[in-house]
């Protein structure tokens, strides 16, 4: 069975968290990338 001292449930939910941060950190990127796009897009149509 795994360690269940509350040091290695602390650090094992510190690790999960960052791997969640560093996942909608990506997700927000490519949101932006696209949001960049449109935007360009409709920019140039209204030229």
Do not use: C, E, F, R
């Amino acid at each position: 069975m795994g360690d269940k001292s509350p040091k290695s449930t602390q650090k094992k939910a510190t690790q999960k968290q960052t791997i969640t941060d560093g996942a909608n950190k990506k997700k927000q990127a490519l949101v932006t990338a696209q949001q960049a796009t449109k935007a360009k897009a409709a920019a140039t149509k209204k030229k």
